[in-house]
């Protein structure tokens, strides 16, 4: 399943549509966020935390800010709803790194866990995983921070500087400077010509 399917919306329903019935307290419209957007979040967080557990835990932290702030402090549109859940995703993250919660997992091994259920093909995608992490692991980490929005998150480059809070030519810069070590990491191995 490619990432386009993932953000496919049922009957029309738009972004907005359905964060209004989730702020008027409707619980299977943040079931149907949750799944929505689950997969890019979760992911983008992945590859920037690096350890699944912790990802899976801020990830939760992010759909649980989501809902706080639908019932107290209502998006007010300034931004798209990608956006602002971007957002939200960036300060879950930046709050993990301020607070340096890291205790390793020596124990848990995730070639154990089960595969994923919406998976086509869980080794092809394993493998993609792991290749988009290790080249993502050669960037520096604003590069990382903004490929990883443009690639795993679908953002464009102007939901990635509204999220990240910087003008729209740093992030042409940091991607034009990540995917350019990608290539070049890429060329030297031999995988581009």
């Given at each position: 399943?490619?990432?386009?399917?993932l953000?496919?919306?049922?009957a029309?329903?738009?972004?907005?549509?359905?964060?209004?019935?989730?702020?008027?307290?409707?619980?299977?419209?943040?079931?149907q966020?949750?799944?929505?957007?689950?997969?890019?979040?979760?992911?983008?967080?992945?590859?920037?935390?690096?350890?699944?557990?912790?990802?899976?835990?801020?990830?939760?932290?992010?759909?649980?800010?989501v809902?706080?702030?639908?019932?107290?402090?209502?998006?007010?549109?300034?931004?798209?709803?990608?956006?602002?859940?971007?957002?939200?995703?960036?300060?879950?993250?930046?709050?993990?790194?301020?607070?340096?919660?890291?205790?390793?997992?020596?124990?848990?091994?995730?070639?154990?866990?089960?595969?994923?259920?919406?998976?086509?093909?869980h080794?092809?995608?394993i493998?993609s995983?792991?290749?988009?992490?290790?080249?993502?692991d050669?960037?520096?980490?604003?590069?990382?921070?903004?490929?990883?929005?443009?690639?795993?998150?679908?953002?464009?480059?102007?939901?990635?500087?509204?999220v990240?809070?910087?003008?729209?030519?740093?992030?042409?810069?940091?991607?034009?400077?990540?995917?350019?070590?990608?290539?070049?990491?890429?060329?030297?191995?031999?995988?581009?010509?």
């Amino acid at each position: 399943m490619d990432r386009n399917t993932l953000l496919e919306h049922p009957a029309g329903e738009t972004d907005s549509e359905l964060l209004r019935r989730l702020i008027n307290g409707d619980g299977s419209a943040f079931t149907q966020f949750m799944n929505r957007y689950r997969s890019p979040i979760g992911r983008y967080v992945h590859s920037r935390v690096r350890d699944r557990h912790q990802a899976e835990d801020i990830t939760q932290e992010v759909f649980l800010r989501v809902l706080r702030a639908a019932q107290s402090s209502p998006h007010a549109g300034r931004a798209s709803v990608k956006t602002w859940l971007f957002t939200i995703a960036n300060n879950c993250m930046a709050d993990h790194f301020r607070l340096k919660v890291r205790k390793p997992l020596a124990l848990v091994n995730d070639k154990d866990d089960p595969p994923e259920p919406a998976a086509t093909d869980h080794t092809e995608r394993i493998a993609s995983d792991d290749q988009t992490e290790f080249l993502l692991d050669l960037l520096p980490d604003e590069q990382r921070q903004a490929v990883a929005m443009k690639i795993i998150g679908g953002l464009t480059l102007a939901e990635i500087a509204e999220v990240l809070g910087c003008p729209l030519g740093t992030v042409k810069s940091r991607l034009l400077y990540g995917l350019n070590k990608i290539h070049e990491h890429l060329t030297r191995k031999g995988g581009v010509r």
